[in-house]
C-alpha cells in the first residue's frame, strides 16, 4: 500500500516536471526568438530550473538523499528568485536582488549543513517551503502593487496567481511543523503534498499564462503607440490629430463652443542637416516636441504635420490665447535654443493659428488657413506668430500684418 502510494506521488511529481519542462520549451522558445522580449527569455531559464529541481525532488530514493535535497530545493528557490528578477527585466529595473540571493545562500548553507545545521528534516522542509512562499510573495507585491501603466490587467491576473502560488507554499509550511517529525520523508504521501504538487503546477501554469498575457499586452500597447505616434519624435502622427480633431468637432457640435490649432515651422531647418548631419537634425526635432509638450496644457495635443512642422491642438481655446501660448512657446525656443556638443545654436520656429469654426470647418480646410498663415510668417522674416484671417480656411490677403504677441 505504501508502495502504491508512493508510487502515486511520484507520478504528480513527474507531471509537474513534465509540464515544467513544456512551459520553458515555450516561453524559452519565444523569447529568444523575439529579442524584444527578454522577460519571456529569462522566465523561462526560471522555469526550466524549477523543473529541474522538481525532478531531483521526484528523484529521492532513488538517489542520494542528502545530494537531491541539497540540488531540488536549491534549484527551486534559485528558479523563483530568476522568476523575481524577470519581472525586473520586464520593468526595465536593476535586475540586483541581494534579498532573494541571499535567501537562496542561506537555504544552501542550511541543507548542505544538515543535521548539523537543523536536527529535524520536517522543520528543514518547513523552511524551504516558507521560503518560497516569501518568494512567490515578493513576485506578486512587485508585480500587482506597482502595476506598470500598460497591460494592467495581465500584471494583475500574474500578481494573483503568484499570490495563490504562495498561499500553498504557506498551507504545505503549517502542515509540515504539525506533522510528527519520526520518519518523515517528502515522498510519504499526504493531503498537503498531493494539493501541493498538483495545485502548484495549475498556479506555475496560470503564472506562465499570465507572463505571456503581460507580454502580449504590452506588445499591443506599443503597437497601438506606432499606430498613432511619430515613431522619431513621440508626437502624435497627423492621422491621430485628424482622429482628435473629429472628436473636438463633434464636442463642439453639442457645446457650440470652438477650439484652436497652431502650427509650427522650424526656422532653416535644412541648415541643421547640411551642416551637423540628419542625426543632429533628428535631435533637433525630438528636442523640439519636447519643449512644445513642456510648454502647453494637459490637454493640449502635440501632433507632427511633417518634415519639420508641427501641430498643436488646443481645445476651448480662443484665437487670441492660442496666438499667446505660441508666442510664449516661440520665445522659449528661441531663447533656449539647441545644444550641441557644449554650444548653444540658434534656434527659431515661425507659426500659424487658425480657429475652428471661423477659419474652417474640416481638417483640411482648417490646417490650410495655419499653414498659409504660417508661410505668411516666413515671408516676413521668419520667427514670428502669424494669426489666420479670412474665415472658412480662405488664405488671408497677401501683405498682411504680422501679429506679434507679448
Same mark, same amino acid.
Given at each position: 500500500?505504501?508502495?502504491?502510494?508512493?508510487?502515486?506521488?511520484?507520478?504528480?511529481?513527474?507531471?509537474?516536471?513534465?509540464?515544467?519542462?513544456?512551459?520553458?520549451?515555450?516561453?524559452?522558445?519565444?523569447?529568444?526568438?523575439?529579442?524584444?522580449?527578454?522577460?519571456?527569455?529569462?522566465?523561462?531559464?526560471?522555469?526550466?530550473? @524549477?523543473? *529541474? &529541481?522538481?525532478?531531483? +525532488? /521526484?528523484?529521492?530514493? %532513488?538517489?542520494?538523499?542528502?545530494?537531491?535535497?541539497?540540488? !531540488?530545493?536549491?534549484?527551486?528557490?534559485?528558479?523563483?528568485?530568476?522568476?523575481?528578477?524577470?519581472?525586473?527585466?520586464?520593468?526595465?529595473?536593476?535586475?540586483?536582488?541581494?534579498?532573494?540571493?541571499?535567501?537562496?545562500?542561506?537555504?544552501?548553507?542550511?541543507?548542505?549543513?544538515?543535521?548539523?545545521?537543523?536536527?529535524?528534516?520536517?522543520?528543514?522542509?518547513?523552511?524551504?517551503?516558507?521560503?518560497?512562499?516569501?518568494?512567490?510573495?515578493?513576485?506578486?507585491?512587485?508585480?500587482?502593487?506597482?502595476?506598470?501603466?500598460?497591460?494592467?490587467?495581465?500584471?494583475?491576473?500574474?500578481?494573483?496567481?503568484?499570490?495563490?502560488?504562495?498561499?500553498?507554499?504557506?498551507?504545505?509550511?503549517?502542515?509540515?511543523?504539525?506533522?510528527?517529525?519520526?520518519?518523515?520523508?517528502?515522498?510519504?504521501?499526504?493531503?498537503?503534498?498531493? @494539493?501541493? *504538487? &498538483?495545485?502548484?503546477? +495549475? /498556479?506555475?501554469?496560470? %503564472?506562465?499564462?499570465?507572463?505571456?498575457?503581460?507580454?502580449? !499586452?504590452?506588445?499591443?500597447?506599443?503597437?497601438?503607440?506606432?499606430?498613432?505616434?511619430?515613431?522619431?519624435?513621440?508626437?502624435?502622427?497627423?492621422?491621430?490629430?485628424?482622429?482628435?480633431?473629429?472628436?473636438?468637432?463633434?464636442?463642439?457640435?453639442?457645446?457650440?463652443?470652438?477650439?484652436?490649432?497652431?502650427?509650427?515651422?522650424?526656422?532653416?531647418?535644412?541648415?541643421?542637416?547640411?551642416?551637423?548631419?540628419?542625426?543632429?537634425?533628428?535631435?533637433?526635432?525630438?528636442?523640439?516636441?519636447?519643449?512644445?509638450?513642456?510648454?502647453?496644457?494637459?490637454?493640449?495635443?502635440?501632433?507632427?504635420?511633417?518634415?519639420?512642422?508641427?501641430?498643436?491642438?488646443?481645445?476651448?481655446?480662443?484665437?487670441?490665447?492660442?496666438?499667446?501660448?505660441?508666442?510664449?512657446?516661440?520665445?522659449?525656443?528661441?531663447?533656449?535654443?539647441?545644444?550641441?556638443?557644449?554650444?548653444?545654436?540658434?534656434?527659431?520656429?515661425?507659426?500659424?493659428?487658425?480657429?475652428?469654426?471661423?477659419?474652417?470647418?474640416?481638417?483640411?480646410?482648417?490646417?490650410?488657413?495655419?499653414?498659409?498663415?504660417?508661410?505668411?510668417?516666413?515671408?516676413?522674416?521668419?520667427?514670428?506668430?502669424?494669426?489666420?484671417?479670412?474665415?472658412?480656411?480662405?488664405?488671408?490677403?497677401?501683405?498682411?500684418?504680422?501679429?506679434?504677441?507679448?
Amino acid at each position: 500500500m505504501a508502495t502504491d502510494m508512493e508510487l502515486d506521488l511520484r507520478s504528480l511529481y513527474l507531471m509537474s516536471v513534465l509540464v515544467s519542462l513544456s512551459l520553458a520549451g515555450i516561453t524559452l522558445f519565444f523569447g529568444w526568438r523575439d529579442t524584444e522580449n527578454r522577460a519571456i527569455r529569462d522566465w523561462g531559464v526560471s522555469t526550466l530550473v @524549477v523543473a *529541474i &529541481g522538481l525532478a531531483m +525532488v /521526484m528523484l529521492r530514493g %532513488a538517489v542520494s538523499e542528502f545530494l537531491s535535497q541539497l540540488l !531540488g530545493d536549491t534549484l527551486l528557490i534559485t528558479g523563483a528568485t530568476l522568476a523575481y528578477r524577470s519581472f525586473l527585466v520586464y520593468r526595465a529595473e536593476p535586475t540586483r536582488d541581494p534579498a532573494g540571493w541571499l535567501l537562496v545562500l542561506a537555504v544552501t548553507g542550511m541543507l548542505a549543513l544538515g543535521d548539523a545545521a537543523i536536527a529535524k528534516a520536517s522543520l528543514r522542509s518547513a523552511i524551504v517551503s516558507g521560503v518560497l512562499c516569501a518568494q512567490m510573495w515578493r513576485i506578486s507585491w512587485i508585480v500587482g502593487y506597482r502595476p506598470l501603466p500598460v497591460a494592467v490587467l495581465p500584471q494583475r491576473f500574474t500578481a494573483g496567481s503568484y499570490l495563490l502560488f504562495g498561499a500553498l507554499f504557506l498551507m504545505r509550511t503549517v502542515f509540515t511543523l504539525f506533522r510528527p517529525p519520526e520518519g518523515f520523508s517528502v515522498m510519504s504521501i499526504s493531503f498537503s503534498d498531493a @494539493v501541493m *504538487i &498538483g495545485g502548484g503546477t +495549475v /498556479m506555475w501554469i496560470s %503564472a506562465t499564462l499570465g507572463v505571456m498575457w503581460m507580454a502580449i !499586452g504590452r506588445q499591443q500597447a506599443i503597437l497601438e503607440l506606432l499606430a498613432s505616434h511619430d515613431p522619431l519624435t513621440s508626437a502624435l502622427n497627423r492621422s491621430a490629430m485628424a482622429e482628435a480633431f473629429e472628436r473636438e468637432k463633434y464636442r463642439c457640435s453639442r457645446t457650440k463652443g470652438g477650439f484652436a490649432v497652431a502650427l509650427f515651422d522650424i526656422d532653416h531647418f535644412k541648415r541643421f542637416n547640411d551642416d551637423y548631419g540628419h542625426l543632429v537634425g533628428d535631435r533637433v526635432l525630438k528636442s523640439l516636441v519636447q519643449s512644445l509638450k513642456g510648454m502647453v496644457r494637459q490637454n493640449d495635443l502635440v501632433g507632427r504635420y511633417g518634415g519639420e512642422e508641427f501641430v498643436i491642438l488646443m481645445p476651448d481655446t480662443e484665437l487670441s490665447v492660442a496666438a499667446q501660448v505660441a508666442e510664449r512657446a516661440r520665445k522659449r525656443i528661441e531663447a533656449d535654443g539647441f545644444v550641441k556638443g557644449g554650444r548653444v545654436l540658434p534656434l527659431t520656429v515661425s507659426a500659424g493659428i487658425a480657429e475652428f469654426p471661423e477659419h474652417g470647418s474640416d481638417w483640411d480646410g482648417l490646417l490650410g488657413a495655419a499653414d498659409s498663415a504660417m508661410y505668411r510668417a516666413k515671408a516676413n522674416g521668419r520667427n514670428c506668430i502669424v494669426v489666420a484671417e479670412g474665415g472658412r480656411g480662405e488664405p488671408a490677403p497677401p501683405g498682411q500684418t504680422i501679429q506679434q504677441f507679448d
